[in-house]
């Protein structure tokens, strides 16, 4: 850990750690949840039973807190769980998963989402929501919702590694051609090319992608550096020290 003054507070080996750690809580909290219900009783449909529940990527949270409490904010000054919303521009409000606010500026908020099994059924809703929540989120800026500083916005995504993600899919039939670069693609890999869209049409800050495969809990892969938590958080930290300035 670097004592420099504005230095980013962990080097890599600890950088990785804590990305483990989260990584395996996520797992546990995703096959917790899904034991709790079979024995209550409750039989949610297919994967439902697993994430209803909700908290399965708090360990993902908590890094993310943690690394703006070393930028200098107080626990009063991150909104997890309570105190996360904030207003839109194509509804009244939209609920953030990490709010930091210092005085009346609004310095960072994140979405974090993830998605196992059901590649086919959850992807193109997750692009949706992803454009739509940015789109949003940034016209309500410009419109004057959210002061007068540019906040910054962060979109965190966790993939299952497995088969069904990483299999190449056809497209199907298109009165207008797709463009080149979709065909071929596996789930990770459209992933990934909207993940770089999204930063190339400014809809976010940074954005992390992140895959897992079940059952080897702390493993994790990155599939390219400007979509890695390293990239992610050093952004995040040098907005939240300018901010705080």
Known sequence: MSSRRGAFPWDEGELQRRVRYAVADYWAARDGQATRQRESGVAD?????????????????SLFCDLVRSAGYLD??????????????????????????????????????????SFGNNYNNRTEEAVGSSVDFWTAYR????GAHQPWLGYFFFLQDSPGSRTPIRLGPLDFPAEDVWHGLSYAERYAVL?????????YSAVSLLLSPRGDSATYTEPSADLGMAHFLKSLYGHLLACAA
């Open 45 to 61: 449909a297919g994967k439902r039973g697993e994430v209803t529940g909700g908290q399965h990527l708090d360990g993902f949270c």
């Open 76 to 117: 009063a000054e991150i909104r997890y769980r309570t105190g996360v919303n904030l207003p839109g521009y194509f509804r009244p409000s939209k609920k953030w998963d990490i709010v930091v606010i210092r005085g009346n500026r609004l310095c960072a908020a994140i979405e974090l989402k993830s998605q196992v099994g």
């Open 143 to 146: 419109e004057g919702r959210m």
């Open 195 to 203: 993940g770089r869209r999204l930063l190339l049409e400014r809809h």
